[in-house]
């Protein structure tokens, strides 16, 4: 394994370096980063900015908005908490993030942490959550990376976030505040520097990880990546279309799946779009169009979702629930 360290605050700058890493280094060994940022939410790829965030808060305060390029939840984080990434060589295109939540975990337990991992991506302590993952793959890599709350300013997240009635209703709870935890409860001696250097310690002793570093030219090249794939402007551009029926459920195990449409006069699609904070690597704009002209029926149906997800699976969906959610 190689350890890159990185000193940035910015998220832009950070996500980056995983792309590149991901995309144009392609190391033939797994790599490791833990970083921080400046106060951030991050949006997961399939998710709609109005829906999740508290703009007016954001913009007051200065908070950092980004898009992530992997599926999931927001996620809110500043220099209370840190961000791992792990980027490992695979052929194996299926989302899994046992190997990585393994070693976290451990790593936490080894510094006296008692983490453990829930059923779907978070580690929780006493059933409240400290950390939350996400997933995307590029050819031949996936990457997981992932949010750990050490002393993070829940009251920020608390008003930055706007969480799903949907998801708090399935989960019988009020807030995220009344779902999240941060570490310092198990160390209140510690501050969020030390639990980072502490982790830092654990994890290169664990994997044996051989430290390295970019050049000036590939910092450079980040700055480049940044500004094409992680701007803020694009985190808020919208959808105006407007949409006849929008039909959402939270799925245990899977997340909130939406899917608004809209019917011409022969009850055939006409437009339709999905949203999430589901997991996948499917391209949502090709799965939109596969059912423009599709009558509005289950038999004409059933099988466009099928085939998409054969192609481009939705973590833990199975066709029919799709189907069944349209209907």
């Not at 080894?110 to 006493?126: E, H, Y």
């Not at 699609?269 to 499917?282: Q, T």
């Amino acid at each position: 394994m190689i350890y890159l360290p990185t000193d940035s605050l910015d998220v832009r700058h950070n996500f980056a370096l995983e792309y590149y890493l991901m995309t144009e280094k392609r190391l033939l060994e797994p790599v490791l980063l833990l970083w921080s940022t400046t106060p951030t939410v991050m949006l997961g790829k399939y998710q709609t900015a109005e829906n999740e965030l508290n703009r007016p808060f954001i913009e007051a305060n200065h908070i950092a908005v980004v898009r992530r390029l992997s599926g999931g939840g927001t996620i809110y984080n500043d220099q209370g908490g840190c961000q791992f990434t792990l980027i490992t060589p695979t052929q194996d295109k299926a989302i899994d993030f046992t190997s990585g939540l393994k070693l976290v975990t451990r790593a936490l337990n080894q510094i006296g942490i008692k983490a453990q991992t829930d059923s779907r991506n978070d580690l929780i302590v006493d059933g409240r959550k400290v950390s939350g993952s996400a997933q995307y793959m590029t050819d031949g890599f996936r990457l997981h990376h992932g949010s750990l709350l050490f002393n993070a300013n829940m009251d920020w997240m608390s008003q930055a976030l706007k969480v799903d009635p949907v998801k708090l209703k399935a989960k019988h709870i009020n807030s995220v505040h009344q779902r999240t935890v941060n570490l310092i409860e198990q160390q209140p001696h510690w501050t969020a520097a030390e639990f980072k250097q502490r982790l830092e310690k654990a994890l290169l002793s664990m994997t044996n990880a051989k430290t390295s570093r970019l050049t000036p030219a590939e910092e450079n090249r980040l700055q480049t990546i940044a500004g094409q794939h992680f701007s803020e402007a694009a985190v808020w551009q919208r959808d105006h279309r407007q949409f006849d029926h929008v039909h959402k459920r939270y799925l245990k195990g899977i997340g909130v799946i939406a899917i608004a449409f809209n019917l011409d006069s022969q009850r055939c699609f006409s437009a339709v779009k999905i949203s999430g904070d589901f997991f996948s690597n499917i391209n949502l704009e090709h799965f939109e169009q596969s059912l423009i002209g599709k009558a509005y029926q289950q038999g004409a149906v059933a099988p466009v979702i099928e085939r998409q997800l054969q192609q481009a699976p939705i973590k833990g969906l199975h066709p029919e629930q799709l189907t069944a959610l349209l209907f």
